[in-house]
Every structure is written in structure tokens, then in C-alpha cells.
């Protein structure tokens, strides 16, 4: 039988997404989807852009997500959260899901049903 798969999906401020892929790719994970996200807070940090001080609602985040076996979560989390850390509130989330069926595009390639 499989072993249990997890999805990790974190949300990390875009500055620290190198230091982050660079971090996974040294333990060699290769398949990371990473994509630009918009979050809505309202607990935004107050800026200031050209002498107006501003408190922005949608924080620019980026998203990387890594699907995972399950004895290697702890040591994913860890890592990405190392990584993305800056010391500062609002530097992200991260998420752990279960993955139930992995489905390929390619009809040549049936459905994989994953241990849960």
C-alpha cells in the first residue's frame, strides 16, 4: 500500500521565496508549485508611499505549495518555516492537508488512490 501523502502549503512574504525554494531544493525537493498571492487584512502595517502614510488591505504573499509522505512533514514544516521567518508579524501561514487521490491529466494514467 502507499504511504499517507500530505500537502503543505505555505504562505511566505515574497522577499524570503528564494531563501525558502533554495531550503527545499537542498533536501531535495524538486516538485514545489510556488504562485503570487493577494491576502486581505485588516491588520495590515501602516507604509508610507511618496510622504502619505497608508495602511494597505491586500498584503502581497507568495504561496508554495509541496506534496509530501507523511514522516517528512514535520521536517518540511520546520524547514519552510525557518526559512520564511523574518521575526516580524505577518510572515505567513503554513498548512497541512491530506491528500486522498492524485488524478493525472493523461488518460493513459490511471487514477492513484493514496493511503490515508
Known amino acids: ?7 503543505v502549503t505555505a504562505r511566505v512574504r515574497p522577499h524570503k521565496i528564494d531563501d ?3 531550503a527545499l531544493a537542498s ?6 508549485s510556488v504562485t503570487e498571492n493577494r491576502d486581505y487584512s485588516q491588520k495590515g502595517d501602516r507604509q508610507i508611499y511618496r510622504g502619505m502614510e497608508f495602511t494597505p488591505c491586500f498584503l502581497s504573499m507568495m504561496k508554495v505549495e509541496v506534496i509530501v509522505p507523511e514522516d517528512r512533514v514535520r521536517t518540511i514544516v520546520d524547514l519552510i518555516g525557518s526559512a520564511a521567518q523574518t ?3 505577518g510572515d505567513g501561514k503554513i498548512v497541512v492537508s491530506g491528500i486522498e ?4 491529466p493523461n488518460p493513459a494514467v490511471a487514477p492513484t488512490r493514496l493511503a490515508l
Open 1 to 7: 500500500m502507499n504511504q499517507p501523502m500530505k500537502l
Open 20 to 22: 525558502v525554494v533554495a
Open 27 to 32: 533536501i531535495g525537493m524538486r516538485d514545489v
Open 87 to 89: 521575526g516580524q508579524r
Open 101 to 104: 487521490l492524485e488524478v493525472n
